[in-house]
């Protein structure tokens, strides 16, 4: 005779273990959301990280890139065009940081899937028999019942 035990003890289940809790509270304790700051990644916010470009880049380097920006104002672009073409010139974060930070974020928005997978041939075909006869069942059973209406339509029913 099997007997069932009941669980007594341990953590309640949704109760995250200490490593976990250590990790929360050093996050919290730093006043850091990791999560947000994968997402300021991803999005390619370096103002937000609090990134200073400018450190990232040598000195000839930024005198190129304030040139290039001259050129931009002299040939009348508008305010926001020449924002965006100094952000890009300037954002310290690579495309490919950015498409890998989306992607980890992802991780803990969207579970990953597991695929339905049949462990043995033998399975696969127990399930395609029993498939096999509920449709056949089903058949039957369709059959009776026209028989039945076409039977009760002759007797004046």
């Given at each position: ?114 695929a339905i997978e ?40």
């Open positions: 005779m099997t007997e069932t035990k009941t669980k007594t003890g341990g953590r309640v289940k949704g109760t995250p273990n200490k490593k976990t809790r250590d990790l929360f509270e050093i996050a919290e304790r730093l006043d850091c959301n990791p999560f947000e700051v994968l997402l300021h990644f991803a999005k390619g916010d370096y103002k937000a990280l609090g990134l200073d470009p400018k450190a990232s880049t040598n000195e000839n380097m930024q005198d190129i890139i304030n040139n290039a920006i001259e050129g931009f104002v002299d040939e009348g672009r508008t305010e926001k065009e020449i924002e965006e073409i100094e952000k890009a010139f300037l954002n310290p974060i690579s495309p490919e940081l950015m498409q890998k930070s989306a992607k980890d974020a992802c991780e803990y928005l969207f579970p990953k899937r597991k049949i462990k043995d041939d033998r399975e696969a075909a127990g399930f395609a028999q029993m498939l096999q006869k509920a449709a056949l069942r089903q058949m039957e059973l369709k059959k009776e019942l026209i028989k039945d209406d076409d039977h009760g339509d002759e007797n004046g029913h």
